[in-house]
């Protein structure tokens, strides 16, 4: 079992930039799978971006791809997603969710494929 806790949130202009933070409890981190995902007011939680047990697979949803990036260091147990050239229309509680997985190049987008959730922190970004 992994316990996600995000960080990294807050208000920001249009066009600047924030890193959130995926921290994870116990030591086999490198064997789950993780995915960013975002839900707006109203909205449903949407794909963001996600990365595999080794990092090197990373998918992105076509609304961030080019400004964001998603990398992960093991060896500190946490997951990053680097937001740049944000707009209005990225505002939304973030989350990170794990996936314990044997196969160290699978990425996965959709919810139901993740066991374990972050409570989430909040991104807004003014116009």
């Known amino acids: 079992q992994v316990q996600l806790v995000e960080s990294g949130g807050g208000l920001v202009q249009a066009g600047g930039s924030l890193r959130l933070s995926c921290a994870a409890s116990g030591r086999t981190f490198s064997s789950y799978a993780v995915g960013w995902f975002r839900q707006a007011p109203g909205k449903e939680r949407d794909f963001v971006a996600a990365i595999s047990r080794s990092g090197g697979r990373t998918y992105y949803a076509d609304s961030v791809k080019g400004r964001f990036t998603i990398s992960r260091d093991n060896a500190k147990n946490t997951v990053y997603l680097q937001m740049n050239s944000l707009k209005p229309e990225d505002t939304a509680v973030y989350t990170c969710?794990?996936?314990?997985?044997?196969?160290?190049?699978?990425?996965?987008?959709?919810?139901?494929?993740?066991?374990?959730w972050g409570q989430g922190t909040q991104v807004t970004v003014s116009s």
């Open positions: 969710a794990a996936d314990l997985q044997i196969n160290p190049n699978l990425v996965f987008t959709g919810r139901s494929e993740y066991d374990y």
